[in-house]
């Protein structure tokens, strides 16, 4: 793990970027929109539209959605159309096609482009992340040479993946089928892609994007020294669900106390907040392109947009003796390449 900011940032003042493959420029800080699916409060579109707007003001260009995250790319439109009249500034909507199993032929590839496209309002897509549920269902290599062509026809931009293994990354490579980047979840709790993924993007040229880098909120300091949550009430949003049961696997409340403590020891070292460091972990790893934070748009709570800005600040840097004593911890864990399998296990 490099202990500096990764050498790939380009020193804007506010938000670093990085270039994919083709030429995308995407902010190292994403705004994910899983968290407007519904399945993390009642959405106010309007309300969403005007926070996102407020985001993209402090250097936040980037949103992160798909086709299943309920009305996302619809209010990405909403947004898009009304920051183009705005303002010339550029904005990056990335977005994922998760079929249902099935035939994938170019029709059924096409239509999912078309409505996302439509969905959006935009000429072209950014950036497309596929998603499939079965890998003794090879057809997802059908559907990737649909995309490929589309992306020849500059209609996709960068081609991408989610929750794709190593394996099947290295499959799909060795076809000569060109991926920019593979979303994964990655964190200090889960560390799988570490294990292999990391080493095989590093000499492809791909790059990860990370979910999960703050286990929903779980890895920050609202949950220092907090009993254990228990049961939908206290894990109130899906993202929330999830991220709790990757703890349980991983060693459990007790671990993830000390740990939480140990983060706050050098959030405090650095003048910063323990969202701060679980997210430099992250962007220190030079496979890493960008780490995407659920955003509650229009939902009642809390902005943590300013906050999060220091996780890529220039004026502080995790050190060697910061990143042993996480590791002193870590260690400690469950290694859950083992028990869960390599990134996406979950999802199959
Ligand atoms: N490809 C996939 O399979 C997949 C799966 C999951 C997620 N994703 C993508 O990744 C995005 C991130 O989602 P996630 O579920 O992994 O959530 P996450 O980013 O780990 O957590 C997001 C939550 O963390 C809290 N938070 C953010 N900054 C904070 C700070 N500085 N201090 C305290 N709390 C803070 C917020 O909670 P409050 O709103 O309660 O304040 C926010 O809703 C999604 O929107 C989606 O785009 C992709």
């Not at 679980?278 to 030079?286: F, G, I, K, P, Y």
Request: charged share 20%; with cysteine; glycine share 8%.
């Amino acid at each position: 793990m490099d202990t500096t900011t990764a050498m790939i940032i380009e020193d804007y003042p506010l938000m670093p970027q990085v270039r994919l493959k083709n030429g995308l420029t995407i902010c190292r800080l994403v705004n994910g929109m899983w968290q407007v699916s519904g399945a993390h409060g009642d959405i106010e579109p309007n309300k969403a539209v005007s926070v996102m707007q407020k985001y993209t003001d402090l250097g936040y260009t980037t949103f992160d959605m798909a086709d299943i995250y309920g009305p996302a790319e619809v209010i990405f439109g909403k947004f898009y159309r009304g920051h183009c009249s705005r303002r010339n500034a550029p904005v990056q909507a990335m977005t994922k096609m998760v079929p249902s199993p099935g035939p994938m032929t170019w029709s059924v590839v096409e239509s999912a482009v078309s409505k996302s496209m439509s969905r959006m309002q935009v000429k072209r897509l950014d950036c497309i992340q596929f998603h499939w549920w079965d890998y003794t269902d090879k057809r997802y290599l059908d559907a990737l040479h649909h995309l490929r062509e589309m992306q020849r026809n500059g209609r996709i931009r960068e081609l991408s993946l989610t929750n794709f293994d190593t394996e099947r990354l290295e499959e799909i490579t060795a076809k000569g089928i060109e991926i920019s980047t593979n979303q994964v979840q990655y964190s200090i709790i889960d560390q799988r892609p570490a294990q292999g993924m990391t080493k095989f993007c590093r000499m492809n040229g791909i790059k990860l994007l990370t979910y999960g880098t703050l286990c929903g909120g779980l890895l920050t300091d609202h949950y220092l020294g907090k009993p254990e949550p228990k049961g939908r009430k206290d894990l109130c949003t899906a993202s929330l669900w999830k991220y709790k049961q990757m703890i349980n696997s991983w060693g459990g409340w007790k671990l993830f106390q000390e740990l939480l403590a140990t983060l706050r020891e050098i959030a405090d070292e650095h003048g910063v907040t323990i969202a701060n460091v679980a997210t430099r972990w992250v962007l220190c790893d030079s496979a890493v392109a960008s780490v995407i934070i659920g955003c509650r748009f229009g939902v009642e709570g809390a902005n943590h947009a300013t906050e999060n800005l220091r996780s890529v600040s220039t004026g502080w840097a995790l050190t060697e003796e910061n990143v042993s004593a996480i590791n002193k911890i870590t260690s400690k864990s469950n290694n859950l390449l083992k028990s869960i399998g390599d990134c996406g296990a979950e999802y199959r």
